[in-house]
């Protein structure tokens, strides 16, 4: 398209037809002043403050919603402009309460901000406040709506960005504010207090509940989220080296733009709770006493070095963070290989399904990792299976609800009724544990339909034919019988998916279920025949629940896996580190978390580090681990928080929390994400990478890097995925992987297989625990809750985590909402409340994990996830029993 | 006296003629206001869903339209005229006079949801000042005989009725 020319106050400004005039006046600098613009939403036109006048005609416009026409001669700044501008502010301030001076939004306050530019200081108008009370049950967000002036920016925020719809205007005229569906407080409507809204009001209508702290910040600086594996850029205001309040980072370009979760927003909290750890610790019989920082690193080294000396290498292992920077794993994984030649490490990307995610590595050759969410907006149709981004990667799902809302096709395979059902065209309740038959009969049909990609499959894979047998002898109708699920909505969904190019998002549904592995397989066969991978409009998007689940595993903090997710198993891959570290790497495969447990309830694994990870909460049968954990001669634990596993450890150190220090993660998208420090650690914490640093030197590393810049160029030179790490260029992406065949026809690379199509026989239902329980979580908590359940407004806002059950469960066992039922598997109980729910079917319950010290994990056994025969976390079969 | 019981079925039937046409949210509402009489606020969420809207998108274009009503109203709705013609007219005494006979404030419907009492900023036929409406019936050049004399007519119909 041609560009337009005009002028602007003067100055020659050439832009693409279809530009605001108040953008095009933005890029050369000239500042209009505005109250209901944000660049993230649609243009609205309501506050009238940016007013300009054509200089030719004198035509008064408001230039956010008038596109630039040629030979256009704008006057930003005319005398008539500003009378009209000063007017529209003195009837706003008439219309304002006068209470700036108790306002939380002090300073900040945009309309305060451009009555100060225009010199509006009394209005000299008949003050008509409309007062409305004020609304501050939740604690999240305080409504004063009073003070609303109608930009309506949290009402587009919520529809076109979050999509939740929660809110919209309500009555006209006067009366006129932006309500929820009857009028209802937040906490009784859709509201995920997501706290976009709040980020945006230009006044203090929504206002920012702290019980803390209430004011402007005196500090605010940028860093990454240090929850879910969404990667949110941030900003962070603090006071005295304190976090009170958290925002979305107004950059360009960043994963979030301008929302963030519940978690993201106010679950921060926890950095100031009193069970934050500020000094080293020792247990003395049983009890943990502050030593120095020498004291506890002097005995963690010798005795971690003795025990290795004594029982050998195999006796210790190490668990790192799924939630700590590339940098600290690396470090961490890099004293578990070359000074204690094991390769006992691992991480609590364990718990997020690493097994079934091996698979997919392994198979696709690593193509798949680099896939940012803006392509969701390019899918050409969707499919969410067993995931629940709303809860999970809450940023995610504005993602998908956007596309949906757009108008692509929506599938949503869940035994539940999701919050994003209502936004799917088709929903398919399949019965759990049945994903890879009703992926098998999907791609059967698509197959008879003769829709795949023939041309990508003949250049990308192998073993189609053999697979193609396989889908010929399906029987759809079985298929239904396994799945639960119509011959109509299998048509449906067939139809809908014909001939498109998929994204696929896969959650713990599939990655922590029974028959992980042959759903992730079934999966990745009809991703490959559909030729979405290496597609913009397609691909595999595969939530991460933790911040950098996916670098601890990039830093080689697995079993089985190299820095760089090398190969452990071959000798050349091992050599390659074997130089770069001058050291021996022991090519025997190290014990995975599970492992680990096992073998330090057998008594042969004697001592274990654990770097921000709380097995005593996040695995299953808590007991049976901590019993396992007190087996061991020693424990070191390095966290944060004063943890459930702390408590039993014989040395604890106190580490940095994401925003006290300086470090990078990776997100789920493959982006690395550097961040600096917000505030500095608490007491005499430090940062978890100097930790390891000064530990690795008490323990005979000669090795010295004293400072992160070391730790990145060493980790740039020698892991080519990484290779921008060192640079300071802001975020970049992992390299290398990404660049292999599937999306670079040059690039190096073998052929994808297929794998055949396999039959799952469905065990009995066991009479004596006849129902299904579903488990999950919810956006208020993040993993185990470690973190969040210590936040006070996560806590105050009383979600207990009910039991979720279906209406006709509840009149059969006559249970009310609220009711106490105790819930038993054949590894244990749990009590708490009930719910019933109108979107589960009969003999299905939901349990939201996370609650009550993540007590849902008695439920389930303590088994290895992807294993063939594993019965996964995800489920169980339970009895209810009435309280 | 309680407002007729709402005939879901017909109110059901009206929503599913509408169904995905996002377009006809107030064609559809307008459909609802006239069968039943005003819009049953349960429905809201029914007619979001239908249309792939949010209810509280629905709720905004309700309580937006001085035509859709979110509570029942009376057989007879009066509307007395408050625009500046009927004013100078004396349309203040119509509306007084009118709140003594029935007994209602602006805005209120009496316990048997016979009449309703709404102002209204126009009704567009300033040459019959002061006016009224009662339903669809125009009644212009008021005085206090003829208002007494016409909501005596509506008081014999619902007689009958």
């Not at chain 1, 499959?457 to 399906?474: A, H, M, N, P, Q």
């Not at chain 1, 080689?556 to 891959?573: F, K, M, Q, Y």
Request: charged share 25%; aromatic share 6%; hydrophobic share 35%.
């Amino acid at each position: 398209m041609e560009d337009i020319t005009l002028t602007i106050n003067g100055k020659n400004i050439s832009c693409p037809s279809g530009t605001s005039i108040l953008e095009a006046a933005k890029q050369k600098g000239i500042k209009i002043p505005t109250l209901c613009y944000h660049p993230d939403l649609e243009p609205f036109g309501a506050c009238r403050l940016c007013l300009v006048e054509d200089e030719k005609t004198g035509r008064l416009m408001a230039s956010c919603v008038t596109p630039v026409a040629p030979n256009m001669t704008i006057l930003t700044d005319s005398p008539t402009i500003k009378t009209h501008r000063t007017n529209i502010i003195r009837l706003m301030l008439a219309n304002h309460p006068e209470s700036c001076i108790v306002c939380s939004q002090g300073n900040r306050c945009e309309l305060r901000q451009i009555a100060a530019d225009l010199g509006v200081g009394e209005t000299d108008l008949y003050p008509m406040p409309h007062y409305t009370g004020l609304e501050a049950a939740n604690p999240f967000i305080v409504r004063d709506l009073s003070k609303c002036i109608l930009c309506g920016k949290c009402i587009r925020a919520d529809h076109e960005l979050v999509v939740a719809g929660a809110i919209d205007y309500n009555l006209r005229g006067f009366k006129s504010r932006p309500a929820t569906l009857y009028d209802m407080p937040l906490e009784r409507s859709v509201c995920t207090f997501c706290g976009t809204c709040l980020s945006m009001c230009p006044t203090g209508a929504l206002s920012l509940k702290n019980e803390q702290y209430v004011g402007s910040p005196q500090n605010e600086s940028k860093t990454i989220c240090g929850f879910c594996g969404v990667g949110c850029s941030i900003v962070m205001g603090s006071v005295d080296g304190r976090v009170v309040e958290v925002n979305p980072s107004h950059e360009q370009e960043t994963v979030n733009g301008s929302t963030l979760c519940v978690r993201g927003h106010f679950a921060h909290d926890f950095l100031n709770t009193k069970d934050r750890l500020t000094q080293p610790m020792m247990s003395h019989n049983g009890e943990l006493t502050p030593v120095s920082w020498d004291e506890a690193l002097d005995i963690a080294a010798k005795q971690l070095v003795d025990i290795k000396k004594k029982y050998g290498p195999q006796s210790v292992a190490f668990i790192g963070s799924s939630k700590c920077t590339n940098e600290e794993n690396y470090l961490f994984q890099k004293i578990a290989r070359v000074l204690f030649e094991t390769n006992n490490v691992d991480n609590g990307g364990y718990m997020s399904g690493r097994a079934v995610l091996n698979r997919v590595e392994k198979r696709m050759d690593g193509g798949y990792r680099i896939n940012p969410l803006s392509n969701i907006d390019k899918a050409e149709a969707i499919v969410l299976l067993g995931a629940d981004p709303g809860h999970s990667v809450p940023v995610m799902s504005y993602y998908v609800k956007r596309a949906s809302r757009k108008g692509t096709p929506l599938i949503v395979v869940d035994p539940k009724k999701t919050e994003m059902v209502p936004f799917s065209s088709v929903w398919l309740n399949l019965i759990p544990q049945s994903d890879s038959q009703l992926i098998n009969g999907l791609a059967a049909m698509l197959w008879k339909k003769n829709s795949f990609d023939a041309a990508f499959i003949d250049r990308f894979t192998e073993g189609f034919d053999v697979y193609c047998e396989g889908l010929k002898g399906l029987n759809i109708e079985t298929v239904c019988r396994d799945t639960g699920l119509t011959m109509g909505a299998m048509e449906k969904t067939a139809d809908l998916l014909a001939g498109k190019k998929i994204a696929f998002v896969c959650g713990n549904g599939i990655l922590k279920q029974r028959y992980g592995i042959h759903s992730m397989n079934a999966l990745l066969n009809l991703l490959l025949m559909t030729g979405s991978p290496g597609s913009e409009r397609g691909g595999l998007y595969i939530p991460a629940r933790e911040n950098n689940q996916v670098g601890a595993w990039d830093m080689g903090a697995v079993p089985d896996a190299l820095p760089g997710r090398r190969d452990l198993g071959i000798e050349s891959e091992r050599k390659d580190w074997e130089r770069a570290w001058q050291a021996k790497i022991s090519p025997d495969r190290g014990l995975d978390v599970i492992r680990m447990i096992e073998e330090a309830e057998k008594g042969s694994l004697k001592a274990l580090y654990i770097m921000g990870e709380n097995p005593l909460r996040s695995l299953p049968r808590p007991e049976r681990v901590r019993k396992s954990l007190e087996r061991l001669d020693f424990l070191v634990v390095q966290d944060i928080l004063l943890s459930e596993t702390c408590k039993i450890a014989n040395v604890v150190l106190p580490g940095a929390a994401f925003c006290e220090k300086a470090g990078s993660f990776t997100n789920m998208e493959g982006k690395i994400q550097p961040f600096e420090p917000v505030v500095a650690p608490l007491g005499e914490a430090k940062a978890d990478w100097e930790i390891l640093d000064l530990l690795a030197g008490k323990m005979g590393s000669t090795q010295h890097y004293g400072s992160l810049e070391k730790v990145k160029t060493e980790i740039a030179r020698f892991i080519p995925m990484y290779r921008d790490l060192d640079g300071h260029e802001g975020p970049g992406w992992v390299g290398n992987k990404g660049d292999r065949r599937l999306f670079n026809p040059d690039g190096e690379g073998t052929l994808i297989p297929f794998t055949p199509v396999v039959s799952i026989e469905h065990k009995d239902i066991n009479d004596e625990y006849p129902f299904t329980a579903i488990l999950g979580s919810q956006r208020f908590h993040l993993g185990s809750g470690t973190r969040t359940g210590q936040s006070d407004r996560i806590r105050d806002y009383g979600v207990k985590g009910e039991i979720e059950l279906s209406l006709e469960d509840g009149a059969r066992l006559n249970v009310q909402d609220g009711d106490s039922v105790r819930v038993e598997s054949e590894h244990g109980f749990i009590e708490r409340e009930i719910k019933l729910e109108k979107g589960l079917s009969e003999g299905f319950i939901f349990i939201p994990v996370a609650f009550n010290a993540n007590d849902a994990m008695n439920l389930i056994g303590l088994t290895r996830l992807g294993g063939p025969d594993s019965p996964g976390w995800q489920g169980c079969q339970v009895k209810i029993m009435k309280l | 006296m309680k407002p007729k019981e709402i005939d879901r079925e017909q109110l059901k039937a009206i929503i599913d003629r509408h169904r995905g046409k996002t377009w006809a949210l107030i064609p559809l509402l307008q459909e609802i206001q006239e069968t039943i009489g005003y819009i049953p606020p349960e429905s809201i969420e029914t007619v979001a869903e239908a249309l792939n809207l949010f209810p509280s998108q629905v709720q905004g274009v309700i309580t937006f339209y001085a035509g859709f009503s979110l509570e029942p109203k009376g057989k007879y709705v009066v509307r007395v005229c408050r625009g500046t013609a009927c004013h100078v007219k004396g349309g203040r005494s119509i509306l007084r006079l009118m709140r003594k006979e029935l007994g209602l404030d602006e805005g209120e419907t009496d316990p048997e949801y016979r009449f309703t009492l709404e102002t209204v900023a126009c009704l567009g036929a300033c040459f019959l000042a002061p006016t009224m409406m009662v339903n669809r019936n125009y009644y212009g050049k008021l005085n206090p005989n003829k208002v007494t004399s016409v909501l005596a007519q509506y008081r014999k119909k619902k007689g009958e009725s």
